[in-house]
């Protein structure tokens, strides 16, 4: 089982920078599938960036598509989301996910495809 806690979350004016970071517990962590997702207040949990095992496969939602950049470090347990070009839309709470990629998985942006989940990170984008 993986442990994932998020951090780099804060208050950034528009057209800001920020990055995110996910550090996971466990020895495995090269063997997961890993996503960003967020939620925003009265809104459903929305898909950013997902990445795979060794990060060479990555892609991303329409809304952050050319501003963010999702990353890993597998030596170090860590995934990223560098977030360049920020909107006050982009405000939210930004969850890192992990899926242990069994086979006949597929890297996905579908939040049930992921087994593990961190508390998050508070991402506001003043205007």
């Known amino acids: 089982q993986v442990q994932l806690v998020e951090s780099g979350g804060r208050v950034v004016q528009a057209g800001g920078s920020l990055r995110l970071s996910c550090a996971a517990s466990?020895?495995?962590?090269?063997?997961?599938?890993m996503a960003w997702f967020r939620q925003a207040p009265g809104k459903e949990r929305e898909f950013v960036a997902a990445i795979s095992w060794g990060g060479g496969r990555t892609f991303y939602a329409d809304s952050v598509k050319g501003r963010f950049t999702i990353s890993r470090d597998n030596a170090k347990n860590t995934l990223y989301l560098q977030m360049n070009g920020l909107k006050p839309e982009d405000t939210a709470v930004y969850h890192c996910?992990?899926?242990?990629?069994?086979?006949?998985?597929?890297?996905?942006?579908?939040?049930?495809?992921?087994?593990?989940w961190g508390q998050g990170t508070q991402v506001t984008v003043s205007s």
């Open positions: 996910a992990a899926d242990r990629a069994l086979p006949g998985h597929q890297l996905t942006d579908s939040g049930p495809s992921y087994e593990y």
């Open positions: 466990g020895p495995t962590f090269s063997n997961y599938y």
